[in-house]
């Protein structure tokens, strides 16, 4: 799932395995997958069923797919594609579940000791190890992803930021000590600071939610964030690996906000991020945002269900502009590209209509007053960009 591969990887070199790491999913693995995959089954099955083959053409013997309880077909994934990578004539690899449905439940140990093959118990000083190392390489990926947002609207040079970022995942695929990773918040505040920025903007903001495979893979969504972000558009995503594993550790009490925010209109989980994505447009709604896009995969019955309850009543309610993106094989970057421009230019229209009729607006030079939106290192991000 694009950058966090970085986490992954230290999850298991941690226990002093080998760890093969695919190539960047791209048009091969996307062609293996539709191929061999069921016809009517999620893209992001198809995407990391190619991703598979390519580790496996590269070395890998053992293959580890998260699993998850509910009526998402996410949880059938690893036992379906185990048996279709046998058909496909690999028969001497393994695949591995890792059971992630409530992580208090520590499942995932077994999945460790599988992997590792060991069951000892000098084993356990280095599952804590990897696990920590996994969290905090997680946690700062989202710190990453954070500034990545906010950064890309501002910059003179397009492609600064995302230069910064692929130096910083490759300079945090090498930090593998606890040092190292307690001061590099700093590094990545100290990257970030560097590109060249224009202070006098006032981007629009929107924020992007959806189906976490497709939102946080950058081949599959056609790179929506740095597209957004080129066009001049703060783009704010909470979703991401660390908010994902901290919300299955109970401690995601942002989730919780998103999931009371939209209990009224979808009282239980249906599986995918629908609930949390009904409750993001609503918190975005609520911060004076100037659009929100959802994308999720073709037929994924949560989100389908999520964008029906969000047409028909929230955008009555909170009419804050929406557009949603249904990817899969067949999605195209033009038809892409020219929808995401309306968009923008209809948000655009939009916000100078809105300053024009608000005397708080119009006193302050023309331009429309946004209240800080974020967590603390946002907070810490934003100060970088209005300092002088």
């Known amino acids: 799932m694009g950058p966090n591969w970085v986490a992954f990887k230290t999850l ?3 226990l002093d395995l080998d760890v093969v790491l695919p190539d960047p999913t791209n048009r091969e693995a996307i062609k293996i997958g539709v191929k061999y995959s069921p016809e009517f089954v999620c893209f992001p099955f198809k995407a990391t069923l190619g991703d598979f083959v390519s580790a496996i053409k590269k070395g890998a013997d053992t293959l580890v797919m998260a699993i998850d309880c509910g009526p998402c077909r ?10 279709i990578l046998r058909d496909m004539g690999y028969k001497n690899i393994r695949v591995i579940p890792l059971d992630q449905a409530d992580l208090l439940e520590f499942h995932w140990i077994k999945t460790l000791q599988e992997v590792s093959g060991r069951k000892d118990l000098f084993i356990y000083s280095k599952y804590i190890k990897a696990v920590i190392y996994f969290l905090k390489k997680a946690k700062l990926l989202n710190d990453i992803q954070t500034a990545e947002g906010l950064f890309r609207a501002y910059e003179r040079n397009l492609g600064d930021t995302t230069r910064v970022v692929n130096e910083l995942l490759q300079k945090l695929d090498k930090a593998n000590t606890l040092v190292e990773l307690r001061s590099f918040k700093k590094i990545i505040k100290d990257d970030f600071n560097s590109i060249d920025i224009d202070r006098s903007r006032t ?4 924020g992007l939610s959806g189906e976490i495979h ?3 893979e950058p081949y599959v969504n056609l790179d929506i964030r740095r597209k957004l972000g080129e066009m001049g558009v703060e783009v704010h995503q909470s979703l991401s690996l660390y908010d994902w594993v901290v919300h299955k550790f109970h401690l995601n009490y942002h989730r919780k906000w998103l999931e009371h925010l939209a209990k009224p209109y979808m009282p239980m989980d249906i599986g995918g991020e629908c609930v949390w994505v009904l409750g993001e447009y609503i918190d975005k709604a609520n911060a004076g945002f100037d659009g929100f896009i959802h994308s999720y995969p073709f037929t994924c019955m949560p989100e389908v269900t999520a964008r029906t309850i969000i047409t028909n009543k929230l955008k009555k309610i909170y009419d804050l502009p929406v557009i949603y993106f249904s990817f899969d094989e067949q999605s195209g970057q033009e038809g892409f590209r020219t929808r995401l421009e309306a968009f923008y230019d209809l948000l655009e229209a939009r916000r100078d209509r809105e300053i024009k009729s608000t005397p708080e607006f119009m006193a ?3 331009k429309k007053i946004y209240p800080q939106y974020g967590g603390e290192f946002y907070n810490e991000i934003a100060q970088l960009i209005q300092a002088e």
């Open 203 to 206: 981007p629009l903001r929107v």
């Open 74 to 83: 996410f949880g059938f994934y690893a036992s379906v594609q185990e048996r």
């Open 364 to 366: 302050n030079g023309q």
């Open 214 to 216: 497709i939102s946080l």
């Open 12 to 14: 298991f070199t941690a």
